[in-house]
C-alpha cells in the first residue's frame, strides 16, 4: 500500500505543478521555489511529517521535501543551541544534496561544451 500512497503523492505534486505551468506564465524557477516553501511551510505546522509516514519515499522524492528538510534540521538546532540555531542547522540534513549537485554541475561543466 505505501508503493500506491508514494506514487500517488508525487503523481499528485507533478499534477499541480503541471497545471500551474501550464495556465500560468510562472516559469519552472518560480515553480520549483513555490514547491519549497510549501514544503517549509507544512513543516513548521507538523503536516509534512505525516505526509512522510504515510506515503514513504513518495514524500521525501519531491522538491517539497527540501524545504521539509531546511526546517526541520532548522528547528532541531535550535532546540539544541537556542535561536543561533536555526541560521547554524539549515543546512545539516541537506548539505551531502547540495554538495552533490554543485560536484556535478562542475564536473558537467567541464565535460561537456555549453551551447551559446
Same mark, same amino acid.
Given at each position: 500500500?505505501i508503493?500506491?500512497n508514494?506514487?500517488l503523492?508525487?503523481g499528485?505534486?507533478?499534477?499541480i505543478s503541471?497545471?500551474i505551468?501550464d495556465?500560468?506564465? #510562472?516559469?519552472?524557477?518560480?515553480?520549483?521555489?513555490?514547491?519549497?516553501?510549501? *514544503?517549509?511551510?507544512?513543516?513548521? $505546522? &507538523?503536516i509534512y511529517?505525516?505526509f512522510?509516514?504515510?506515503?514513504?519515499a513518495g514524500?521525501?522524492?519531491p522538491?517539497?521535501s527540501?524545504?521539509? #528538510?531546511?526546517v526541520?534540521g532548522a528547528?532541531?538546532t535550535?532546540n539544541?543551541i *537556542?535561536?543561533?540555531?536555526?541560521s $547554524? &542547522?539549515?543546512?545539516?540534513?541537506t548539505?551531502?544534496?547540495?554538495?552533490?549537485?554543485?560536484?556535478?554541475?562542475?564536473l558537467?561543466?567541464?565535460l561537456?561544451?555549453?551551447?551559446?
Amino acid at each position: 500500500m505505501i508503493y500506491i500512497n508514494a506514487f500517488l503523492f508525487c503523481g499528485f505534486i507533478c499534477l499541480i505543478s503541471q497545471l500551474i505551468l501550464d495556465n500560468t506564465k #510562472l516559469t519552472p524557477g518560480h515553480i520549483t521555489s513555490l514547491f519549497v516553501v510549501i *514544503g517549509a511551510s507544512l513543516d513548521l $505546522f &507538523g503536516i509534512y511529517d505525516k505526509f512522510v509516514l504515510y506515503c514513504g519515499a513518495g514524500a521525501i522524492i519531491p522538491i517539497t521535501s527540501f524545504g521539509h #528538510l531546511l526546517v526541520h534540521g532548522a528547528m532541531d538546532t535550535a532546540n539544541d543551541i *537556542g535561536p543561533l540555531g536555526l541560521s $547554524f &542547522g539549515i543546512f545539516n540534513l541537506t548539505s551531502a544534496g547540495i554538495s552533490v549537485a554543485l560536484v556535478m554541475g562542475f564536473l558537467m561543466s567541464v565535460l561537456f561544451k555549453p551551447k551559446h
